[in-house]
């Protein structure tokens, strides 16, 4: 939403975490306890994924191979060290 809302426009850097498509249908019918239909349909509704990515300026990958949390701690230290130059 952030994208679709312009809200970026406020922000200093959006971070983006990304799935495969159907991991992320899986995902969602078991949070929602729904169908892969319904969770198909609310997708459509949304920005393309690729489209979205793209506008990122970071992006965190949540495929289930990668450690998200290594991904987390490197992007922490990106952040810090943009504010810290930024800050002078």
């Not at 991991?23 to 393309?48: C, F, G, P, S, Y």
């Amino acid at each position: 939403m952030i994208f679709e809302s312009h809200s970026n426009q406020y922000l200093d850097y959006v971070v983006g975490v990304s799935s495969p498509t159907e991991l992320r249908i899986k995902r969602t019918m078991d949070r929602d306890h729904i169908n892969a239909e319904k969770v198909i349909e609310r997708m459509k509704k949304q920005m393309d994924e690729p489209e979205k990515m793209e506008r990122c300026d970071f992006i965190i990958n949540n495929n289930g191979k990668e450690s998200v949390i290594s991904q987390v701690l490197d992007l922490h230290v990106k952040l810090f060290g943009l504010a810290s130059t930024t800050a002078k």
